[in-house]
Every structure is written in C-alpha cells, then in structure tokens.
C-alpha cells in the first residue's frame, strides 16, 4: 500500500468513525427504543442533527473506501479498515467516557497487528 493510498484509508476510516460518533450522540438525544415508540423514534430521526451528520459522515467515508478500492485489492482494504475500531474505542474512551477493559487493549493490539501484516509489502 502506497502513502497515498494510507492517505485514502485514514480519510475514509476518520470520517466513518466521525460519523458513529455523531450517530452514538444523536442515539443518546434520541433515548432508548423499545416497542411502545418505535415508531415516533424512527421518524424523529430525521430532526435529530446529530444523526443527519453521522450518515453523512457515513456516506463522505463510503465514497473515499470506493475511491481506494478502485486502487487496491479488496483482501488489502477490507481488513486494513479494521483500524476504525481502534478509533471507534478511543474515541469511546476519550469523549464519551466509556471504560477500556485490559482484555479490550489486548484485542486492539491484536487488530493493529494485524493490519500491519495485511497490508504489509513484501
């Protein structure tokens, strides 16, 4: 994998993980669903703008992974986008406080690991 095509990964991976960021804040303006408001819960999301930025963030990464599919194999970029779990959980940690358990570090350094040996160049 070239720098320009880690260029286009980190872009695609940073905006899809900004995206669940916004969705977790909207789902939280939103409350919790359960049968009795399903309903009013699915159309009030589209007045939640939190939820609007997440899919658009969603839709802004989806066309940036397309871009780099078009210049790298799909057993490369599949796995390689895997790092946004590792984004996904500081960013968990960080902003939204969420606990870190030593087993889930572990798991992220097995992530990190293997992405490394995916896209590594031989």
């Known amino acids: 994998m070239s720098i320009s095509e880690f260029i286009l990964l980190l872009m695609s991976v940073l905006i899809s993980v900004t995206g669940q960021f916004f969705l977790k804040t909207g789902a939280l303006k939103l409350g919790k669903v359960h049968a009795g408001n ?72 097995f992530i990190v690991l293997g992405v490394i040996l995916v896209i590594w160049k031989k």
């Open 38 to 109: 399903i309903l009013s819960h699915i159309l009030s999301m589209i007045t939640i703008p939190e939820l609007l930025l997440g899919i658009t963030c969603y839709g802004i990464g989806a066309i940036a992974y397309i871009l780099l599919l078009t210049r790298v194999n799909l057993s490369i970029a599949g796995p390689a986008v895997s790092v946004g779990y590792i984004f996904s959980v500081l960013i968990g940690y960080f902003v939204l406080k969420e606990p870190i358990s030593v087993t889930r570090v572990f798991g992220l350094g």
